[in-house]
Each structure stands twice: as structure tokens, then as C-alpha cells.
């Protein structure tokens, strides 16, 4: 009677673990392998819903690569010199990256045809598009290689020309946010442990350095709250800064060496994805995160939310045995 009271209770605690247990946010739905990809790092995704077409930079794979959307099938790749930063202009058509060994800023038709190649600076990188004034803003080094200083170009999406250039004191900058009503954007100055505030209107560029602000990559702004998110590394954290004095409101736990983020403005979801899987954040009306999960199975820096879909991209790495692949992830 006992040894079945026991077993009756090991039961119940089972059940009531597994009742518990909460259902993962992410439902595989894909998983496209991309052979032709090496060991090392994809970079940037740009999504056309209209088109059905994903585009992702495979920096180490020095090629652009454009999928199916809705099924993740790989549809064409082209020769790209350590592709970075992509943005679609969907009004003329056209793809501009930031080719990281030419020191231009490439443009392509959509279906991956070449347009025109425009010189911006050694080393270009990280990007933000303006879709209302019609600029693509892309960093590089402020001349050759050797430059000890950085500059951020403005791109005319219909001259196809840079129209403006902002220095900015440092020699890695990585994620890059726009304030459209404030006129101002921010980068991650990598090196310097500091956030970049640049004014458009007059081109003053001041620096932040939040407290806890480590090698920081991707960055996030939220314009009705004035947070903006950053991914630190070593280890990973993001912080959430006041975007209008520069402090540091928060320090969560995050997965490591972020490099992505996306963010779903209807339910107010962050994903910071990285080397140790995809972390999740709430955040609330007034910008205060709070941490959901680091979910491991999710592992890639690379990595794209489409609201429209309800889908997360995610460009797995290739490691050992294992190819890379694009994985596509309904959301719950």
C-alpha cells in the first residue's frame, strides 16, 4: 500500500512538472542547408514580403545569397566580396550592401543583377536605411585602411551618390539605429565601449558611455518609450540606455557575442540572437525589459523577424560535420 502511495504521488509530480513546463515560443518549420557556406560568419538579412524573397549577406561565404521566403529554398547566389549591411530600396527595385573588401557600397537589382558600385571608405559595415528621406546610411573607415577614424556616408536612394558624410572618433562601429522624428542616429562605437550620437541637422557627434557597455554590436531603438537596446559581449548583456541622456537603465543577461536584433512591435518582443542561442525580452509600455528566455537551440548570430509572418530567420553556422542552413521559426 505504501510502495503504491509512493508511485501514485512520484506520478502526480510528474504531471504537474509537465503541466508546468512551458511550450517553446519557436516552432521549426525549415531547415534549408547551404553547402557552399565555410565555417565562419552570414551578416546581415532584408526581407521583400511582396516578393517572397529573402536576401542574406554570407560575409564568409563572399556571396550574396536570396531564398524563398515562405518555404526558405535557396533561388540564386552571386560572387559578393564579404557582403555586410543589406537594405532593399522596394520603390526602384534595387539591393545596396556594404561590400567589406572593396570599400563600396554595391547595388543590385532584385533578382541579384549588378547596378552600380559606389565608393564609400575601407571596411564598410553596419547600415540603417531611411525610407522616408530615401537614405541609406552605411559606416567605413574614414579613408584607407589605415584611417584611425570612422565615418558614417549618406547614400541618396535616387542619385545612387553620397550626398553627406559624419566623422565619428572611432575605429569599429558596428549596429547602427536611426531617431526619424529626433533626427539623430546612433551607433555602437565597438572599441571605445560607447554609443555614437550623430545629429543630422547639424552633424555634431557626441559620445555616450553607458555604465556596463562592453564591445557593443547590435542596437535597437524604441521611439515611444526612448530606450534603445544594446548587445554587449564578454560577457553578453544587454543594456538598456536612456536615448535621451545617454544612462544606462538596465543590465540583463544575454546570450553571447549578439550580433542581431529584431524587434516585434505588436507584441513587444526583442531578440537578441548569438553564439549561445536566441534571447528573448518583453518590454513594457515605458521600455523596461524583462528577460523571457535564452533558448540554446536557437544558435546563430544571424538572424531576422518578420512581423508580417510571425517568423524568425535564422542563418545557422556552419560547425565541424555540421553544414550551414537557413532555419525559419514560426512564433507563438
Do not use: C
Given at each position: 500500500?505504501?510502495?503504491?502511495?509512493?508511485?501514485?504521488?512520484?506520478?502526480?509530480?510528474l504531471q504537474g512538472t509537465a503541466a508546468l513546463a512551458a511550450p517553446s515560443p519557436y516552432r521549426l518549420l525549415s531547415?534549408?542547408?547551404?553547402?557552399?557556406?565555410?565555417e565562419g560568419d552570414w551578416d546581415q538579412l532584408v526581407a521583400d514580403v511582396t516578393a517572397n524573397r529573402l536576401y542574406v549577406a554570407a560575409e564568409d561565404g563572399d556571396a550574396m545569397d536570396m531564398f524563398d521566403l515562405t518555404s526558405g529554398a535557396l533561388l540564386k547566389s552571386v560572387p559578393a566580396s564579404s557582403p555586410h549591411k543589406a537594405v532593399l530600396d522596394k520603390a526602384r527595385g534595387h539591393l545596396l550592401f556594404a561590400n567589406g573588401k572593396d570599400g563600396t557600397v554595391e547595388v543590385l537589382t532584385a533578382d541579384l543583377q549588378p547596378v552600380k558600385t559606389i565608393p564609400v571608405g575601407a571596411k564598410p559595415d553596419t547600415g540603417v536605411l531611411d525610407s522616408a528621406a530615401r537614405i541609406f546610411y552605411v559606416s567605413s573607415r574614414d579613408g584607407d585602411a589605415n584611417a584611425t577614424g570612422?565615418?558614417?556616408s549618406a547614400i541618396s536612394l535616387d542619385t545612387l551618390e553620397?550626398?553627406?558624410?559624419?566623422?565619428?572618433?572611432?575605429?569599429?562601429?558596428?549596429?547602427?539605429?536611426?531617431?526619424t522624428a529626433g533626427k539623430r542616429l546612433f551607433v555602437s562605437m565597438r572599441?571605445?565601449?560607447?554609443?555614437?550620437?550623430?545629429?543630422?541637422?547639424?552633424?555634431a557627434v557626441s559620445t555616450w558611455r553607458p555604465e556596463g557597455l562592453r564591445k557593443s554590436v547590435p542596437l535597437a531603438f524604441d521611439a515611444g518609450?526612448?530606450?534603445?537596446y544594446a548587445g554587449s559581449r564578454e560577457p553578453g548583456r544587454l543594456t538598456v540606455i536612456d536615448a535621451r541622456s545617454g544612462r544606462t537603465l538596465q543590465s540583463l543577461p544575454a546570450t553571447e557575442t549578439a550580433d542581431s536584433v529584431s524587434f516585434d512591435h505588436e507584441k513587444r518582443i526583442l531578440y537578441f540572437s548569438g553564439d549561445?542561442?536566441?534571447?528573448?525580452?518583453?518590454?513594457?509600455?515605458?521600455?523596461?525589459?524583462?528577460?523571457?528566455?535564452?533558448?540554446?537551440?536557437?544558435?546563430?548570430?544571424?538572424?531576422?523577424?518578420?512581423?508580417?509572418?510571425h517568423r524568425l530567420y535564422v542563418m545557422r553556422p556552419k560547425k565541424g560535420a555540421q553544414v550551414a542552413a537557413l532555419q525559419i521559426f514560426e512564433t507563438r
Amino acid at each position: 500500500m505504501k510502495k503504491l502511495l509512493l508511485l501514485s504521488l512520484g506520478m502526480a509530480l510528474l504531471q504537474g512538472t509537465a503541466a508546468l513546463a512551458a511550450p517553446s515560443p519557436y516552432r521549426l518549420l525549415s531547415t534549408t542547408p547551404v553547402p557552399a557556406m565555410p565555417e565562419g560568419d552570414w551578416d546581415q538579412l532584408v526581407a521583400d514580403v511582396t516578393a517572397n524573397r529573402l536576401y542574406v549577406a554570407a560575409e564568409d561565404g563572399d556571396a550574396m545569397d536570396m531564398f524563398d521566403l515562405t518555404s526558405g529554398a535557396l533561388l540564386k547566389s552571386v560572387p559578393a566580396s564579404s557582403p555586410h549591411k543589406a537594405v532593399l530600396d522596394k520603390a526602384r527595385g534595387h539591393l545596396l550592401f556594404a561590400n567589406g573588401k572593396d570599400g563600396t557600397v554595391e547595388v543590385l537589382t532584385a533578382d541579384l543583377q549588378p547596378v552600380k558600385t559606389i565608393p564609400v571608405g575601407a571596411k564598410p559595415d553596419t547600415g540603417v536605411l531611411d525610407s522616408a528621406a530615401r537614405i541609406f546610411y552605411v559606416s567605413s573607415r574614414d579613408g584607407d585602411a589605415n584611417a584611425t577614424g570612422s565615418r558614417i556616408s549618406a547614400i541618396s536612394l535616387d542619385t545612387l551618390e553620397v550626398v553627406r558624410s559624419f566623422q565619428v572618433p572611432a575605429l569599429v562601429l558596428k549596429g547602427l539605429a536611426i531617431d526619424t522624428a529626433g533626427k539623430r542616429l546612433f551607433v555602437s562605437m565597438r572599441d571605445k565601449d560607447a554609443i555614437g550620437v550623430v545629429q543630422l541637422d547639424s552633424g555634431a557627434v557626441s559620445t555616450w558611455r553607458p555604465e556596463g557597455l562592453r564591445k557593443s554590436v547590435p542596437l535597437a531603438f524604441d521611439a515611444g518609450s526612448q530606450r534603445l537596446y544594446a548587445g554587449s559581449r564578454e560577457p553578453g548583456r544587454l543594456t538598456v540606455i536612456d536615448a535621451r541622456s545617454g544612462r544606462t537603465l538596465q543590465s540583463l543577461p544575454a546570450t553571447e557575442t549578439a550580433d542581431s536584433v529584431s524587434f516585434d512591435h505588436e507584441k513587444r518582443i526583442l531578440y537578441f540572437s548569438g553564439d549561445t542561442g536566441m534571447s528573448r525580452y518583453q518590454l513594457a509600455a515605458d521600455g523596461a525589459a524583462r528577460l523571457l528566455e535564452t533558448d540554446p537551440a536557437l544558435v546563430g548570430k544571424t538572424s531576422l523577424y518578420v512581423g508580417k509572418l510571425h517568423r524568425l530567420y535564422v542563418m545557422r553556422p556552419k560547425k565541424g560535420a555540421q553544414v550551414a542552413a537557413l532555419q525559419i521559426f514560426e512564433t507563438r
